[in-house]
């Protein structure tokens, strides 16, 4: 059997005192698309960090292509790629030279870099900029450059953080497209954290990080069938029936805006709740089993306010593109 | 061999990467031609009257040579110094902007990169001195290709314990705003007090001799390592030493290999 | 694909050298420009300098020869001032040179690190020094008495007395070159010590005396030269472009021969 492409176990890292991560164990098979679940603060950064060897870990093991990372920094780092959550190109440089320098810093020789950076260039359909300096590439193109270049020295293990922010969904697909051939054909393993559920639900296994803690992991369907539970989000007309509602149904969940999410065991449960209650609500709406509610079931809290946070990511993405 | 290559094909590309944005940096090739000209066109042809001869023996100004050519050295190391020292700002910015972790997730050692890092500022830094001497025909600074080699050669010394320098203060320095202010409270001052813009020996004549300078301004550029690398390019290009020829290259090998190693250790430190 | 890399740093450092080149020929003063507008190059020169300044119409000497063929390259009417105090006194200092009375000095002026303090100097590949005046060709014993001419052209005489009474001599100061001669062929003095041009014009030759350049340690023969005001960058440059001109064309080697100055003494032997 081949070793595990990621190997963790016990991990444990904190900083100022706060526990970022506290006792991780995971292992990914060779080959794997893996998702890392969790909110902002979940510690997804920490651990791409220690698996990346940007940082240590305070105990535990942490394990890459079967190398400890702790131990041989070096030779686990030859077999990653990293796509990284903010933008790590020199935007002084053309699209050509950013993966020229990547190829020169992984010592791949004159011929090998040539041929690959054509080749993932194609890939992520740049070949016509690259010339162009980076910094007048869009959001988009970059997020394209930073997988091309992440791909280029043929890594086994590919970390995406928080890779798809600014892509279109067109590109998203191909990308995708693109790492699921690998996979088949070189047995490349997709590490990637998000924090969108439209990311997991192709993947074959995820795992769902909060506060530190690993509180679930399976594949997307074993955890819904394991804690997905049909909800029902409801907006109540004030506060006065929202507070005689929660009184009723003591294991209802306060969502943000007043919400009120009541977990149903069937669909009888629906027409009974709104039977009782429908007079106080403003506005209700079913929600079926999916991750996002093994989310909700698991920390009782809602995975993200989506929209608020796509806009706050992207609009820092802004900032940083502008003032370069 | 084979292990060799690759590393030396790392160090070769973050060396490169450094030129490349050096040179495109038309902001940089410019401070690097004004501060030439302001220092050699502006003030050494402006104070020219106050150093030239006009009685003979009644000289305040006691040189071997001219004010331009006693300037000349010095404008060169200006020019190394400001472009060394603002080689931080780029380890500042690869630090905010991501593009530090590109490097340090990469098989390079750590010693490597800051090596291939700081080789490509000191090449910079070498680039904006060497500009200078086109001016050499203007402070009738007579160059061999001997002495333009050892310049060289002098030079490139200095920029590197220069650069390994800045990257010590960025390592120090968290906001570029700060840096600014910095930067500009350590070059002039270490400028000012390196004998650049007036000689320091008073013995060279009587007249010299009874303005001697306050013991606290000798003390401060007797003190300053820059001072010794300004002499020892005097030394080379117009063959005057205030000082012992043996202190500036035992000074700027001194400072080379130890803020290198200094840098070193705080490079592998941070993150 | 290489060559579009490098071409916009290229296209800066090009731009950057070429401003450079461009603003290394601004002239950086008025000298001869002024000198231009009066159309008069004023000379300081000694009532006498042999064979440099010599004071006939026939063969005025070789500076004054010299500074004609400058004035006249350069278009200039060339207005000697003989100066009595230059003749006299040996310290240039007390020669109370201005520059209202001359833009260049000639005549017994030695290229030495005194003299580049207050002057620009411009070699004129004529060689000066202490000489031994001597019967036997030999250095006598202590005890002896030696005469000693000091030399007018501003070179260390502290080193010559202190070596003198190093060696245990009587000196006997000599009131002119003469008189020097006088007193070593009368065996007043063993041997006469004195500078190569004060007895140029003698006629040590004919009292059978050898005259031999004193090669003690410490003394370093010394280049003539001309002299011009520090400062005066423009007007060098435009003289040491005529000195140069004669150098290539060799009429400066003819005129040194012409004048006896192309050969060497022999070095005075050890006792």
Partial sequence: MTKPAVFVENLTCSYAGKRALDGVSLTIPTGASFSLLGPNGAGKTTLINILCTLQGADSGIAMVAGVDVARHPTQARNSIGVVFQDSSLDDRLSAWENLEFHGLVYGMPARKRRQRIDAVLDLVELSDWRETVVRSFSGGMRRRLEIARALLHEPALLFLDEPTVGLDAQTRQRIWAYLDQLRRERDLTVFTTTHYIEEVEGSDQVCILDGGRIVAEGSPQSLKDEYARSWLHVVPLDAAARDTIAAAVPDCRELSHGRLAIPLAGADKVDAFLGQFGSLLAETRYEPPSLESVFLSLTGRELRDRMADRHAIEQAAGRRAGRR | ?271 | ?271
């Fill in chain 3, 1 to 271: 694909m290489t060559w579009s890399r490098w071409r916009a740093g290229l296209v800066n450092i090009a731009a950057v050298s070429l401003l450079l080149v461009a603003v290394s020929f601004l002239p950086p003063d008025t000298s001869l420009r002024d000198v231009q507008r009066s159309g008069v190059l004023k000379v300081c020169v000694p009532p006498t300098f042999p064979p440099l300044v010599t004071g006939n119409a026939t063969d005025p000497g070789f500076d004054v020869e010299l500074v004609q063929h400058i004035a006249d390259s350069l278009g200039l009417r060339l207005a000697l001032n003989p100066l009595a105090a230059m003749g006299s006194d040996f310290n240039p200092r007390n020669w109370l040179l201005t520059r209202a009375q001359c833009d260049m000095i000639a005549g017994g002026l030695a290229d030495t690190l005194q003299n580049r303090g207050f002057l620009q100097m411009l070699p004129t590949g004529v060689e000066t020094g202490w000489v031994v005046v001597s019967r036997g060709g030999t250095l006598p014993a202590a005890g002896a008495t030696v005469a000693v001419l000091p030399a007018t052209s501003g070179f260390a005489r502290v080193a010559l007395s202190s070596w003198l009474r190093g060696r245990g001599w009587q000196v006997q100061r000599a009131a002119n070159p003469a008189a020097l001669l006088e007193s070593v062929a009368d065996d007043q003095a063993s041997i006469g010590i004195t500078e190569r041009f004060l007895i140029s014009t003698g006629d040590a030759a004919e009292r059978g005396l050898s005259v031999a350049w004193l090669t003690e340690e410490g003394f370093a023969r010394n280049q003539m030269a001309l002299g011009l005001w520090k400062g005066d960058q423009t007007l060098w440059r435009a003289v040491n472009g005529v000195v140069d001109a004669m150098k290539a064309d060799g009429s400066l080697e003819a005129l040194r021969h012409r004048y006896g100055l192309s050969g060497g003494l022999d070095d005075a032997p050890e006792p």
């Fill in chain 2, 1 to 271: 061999m084979s292990r060799i290559l690759p590393l030396l094909r790392g160090v070769y590309g973050i060396w490169l990467r450094e030129i490349l944005r050096a040179t495109r940096d038309r902001g940089q090739m410019i401070g690097g031609v004004s501060r030439p000209l302001v220092w050699l066109l502006i003030m050494g042809v402006g104070l020219n009257p106050y150093f030239r001869g006009e009685v003979f023996g009644e000289v305040r100004y006691v040189v071997p040579y001219t004010y331009l050519q006693f300037l000349f050295p010095a404008v060169i190391v200006l020019n190394i110094m400001y472009t060394s020292i603002q080689f931080a700002v780029s380890v500042i910015w690869d630090r905010e902007f991501g593009f530090l972790r590109e490097v340090l997730v990469s098989p390079m050692p750590r010693p490597l990169i800051l090596l291939g890092k700081v080789l490509g500022g000191s090449t910079a830094a070498t680039l904006h001195g060497a500009i200078v001497l086109i001016l050499a025909r203007f402070a009738d600074v007579t160059l061999t290709p001997d002495q333009v080699v050892m310049a060289l050669g002098a030079m490139f010394a200095l920029s590197f314990g220069l650069t390994c320098f800045g990257v010590l203060l960025a390592s120090r320095i968290r906001s570029f705003e700060g840096f600014g202010v910095f930067s500009n409270t350590i070059i002039l001052p270490l400028y000012f007090t390196s004998s650049s813009i007036f000689p320091l020996d008073p013995a060279l004549s009587r007249t010299q001799m009874a303005a001697t300078y306050p013991e606290w301004l000798v003390f401060m550029v007797q003190i300053n390592p820059i001072t010794y690398a300004v002499d020892l390019l005097r030394g080379i290009l117009i063959n005057f030493n205030q000082f012992p020829p043996a202190y500036g290259p035992a000074v700027i090998a001194a400072m080379a290999i130890g803020f290198f190693l200094l840098a070193l250790v705080d490079f592998g430190r941070s993150k």
